[in-house]
């Protein structure tokens, strides 16, 4: 049984994540956030210590480690602007770091946190669920085993509406979140590099805060993807089913349908990692270094 700590516990995902440390029969042994309503938790892990300041949290650990109890992991659930000082927290304190995506917002951020890889022995891993999407690695499989010339013509669009609050929040401070190809967009070009290769080429046709689009030349495929928090871009066969949600890949004209389970991939995620087979800081480099390359288009 692995112990854990999660820094981040109130929020929207950091349910997922204390879902996969108890489905993998490990143990969460405390918790942090500025929100102190935490009665998710006792779903979960009702004796986890919980502390409202991070201070506490390192001080706890600290004294867990001099007594002979390290944690083996500290999952980070934290805006993303705060993930890198909180993988630097957890692998200075002898954890490895799972972290939800994106790893980083500046792609420069990996370089160091690769050097105190090096100095502690400890590892950093993200969260790039769609990679272990069963409907997303059957694709994969038909890509590698087509003809090495065989180039793809592909519509990504991934519209996800979003309230009045997002804006006032930290996810519409592109300085905090990353700006929207960052917020929402990582898991698809992560998806769509990993399938189809490196980026050869990136053009930004539309950047603002809320919907973002462009042409993404691959090695094996040219993209045209659109992405969106405006609910007027929604199809209306969406709206008509009450649906806030719409995402879809269109390859050579067929559709590969993924909505499903997009959500529901964590504990695999964890399964993976505790088998020594997650996803580091070299998986998850090309992503965040398009992102950036993206934002760029609108500063």
């Given at each position: 049984m692995k112990r854990f700590a999660l820094i981040?516990?109130?929020?929207?995902?950091?349910?997922?994540?204390?879902?996969?440390?108890?489905?993998?029969?490990?143990?969460?042994?405390?918790?942090?956030?500025?929100?102190?309503?935490?009665?998710?938790?006792?779903?979960?892990?009702?004796?986890?210590?919980?502390?409202?300041?991070?201070?506490?949290?390192?001080?706890?650990?600290?004294?867990?480690?001099?007594?002979?109890?390290?944690?083996?992991?500290?999952?980070?659930?934290?805006?993303?602007?705060?993930?890198?000082?909180?993988?630097?927290?957890?692998?200075?304190?002898?954890?490895?770091?799972?972290?939800?995506?994106?790893?980083?917002?500046?792609?420069?951020?990996?370089?160091i946190i690769k050097e105190i890889e090096g100095e502690t022995g400890k590892r950093v891993f993200t969260v790039l669920q769609l990679r272990h999407?069963?409907?997303?690695?059957?694709?994969?499989?038909?890509?590698?085993?087509?003809?090495?010339?065989?180039?793809?013509?592909?519509?990504?669009?991934?519209?996800?509406?979003?309230?009045?609050?997002?804006?006032?929040?930290?996810?519409?401070?592109?300085?905090?979140?990353?700006?929207?190809?960052?917020?929402?967009g990582i898991h698809l070009f992560d998806m769509l590099i990993w399938i189809f290769g490196s980026v050869k080429e990136c053009k930004v046709s539309l950047y603002e805060p809320h919907k973002a689009a462009g042409t993404l030349k691959l090695e094996k495929a040219e993209v045209s993807w659109h992405l969106s928090l405006d609910e007027d871009d929604l199809p209306k066969s969406v709206l008509t089913v009450g649906k806030r949600t719409y995402r879809s890949i269109n390859i050579e004209g067929k559709e590969v349908e993924f909505s499903d389970g997009f959500t529901d991939l964590h504990t695999i995620t964890y399964q993976h990692i505790l088998a020594g087979q997650g996803f580091g800081i070299d998986d998850a480099r090309e992503s965040i270094e398009l992102t950036e390359q993206i934002r760029g288009f609108g500063s």
């Open positions: 981040g516990a109130g929020g929207y995902v950091a349910e997922r994540h204390m879902r996969a440390i108890k489905e993998t029969g490990n143990k969460l042994i405390c918790a942090s956030d500025r929100f102190d309503v935490m009665g998710r938790m006792d779903s979960y892990f009702p004796d986890a210590e919980f502390f409202l300041e991070h201070e506490n949290l390192d001080r706890f650990m600290d004294d867990q480690r001099m007594a002979g109890k390290p944690l083996d992991y500290v999952s980070i659930c934290t805006p993303n602007y705060m993930h890198p000082s909180h993988i630097r927290f957890a692998l200075r304190n002898g954890a490895d770091a799972i972290c939800e995506k994106p790893m980083v917002i500046h792609p420069e951020e990996m370089r999407h069963p409907e997303i690695i059957k694709l994969k499989e038909q890509i590698d085993k087509a003809p090495g010339d065989k180039f793809y013509n592909i519509d990504l669009n991934y519209i996800t509406t979003r309230g009045k609050w997002y804006f006032k929040s930290w996810k519409g401070d592109v300085s905090k979140s990353g700006g929207i190809a960052t917020n929402i």
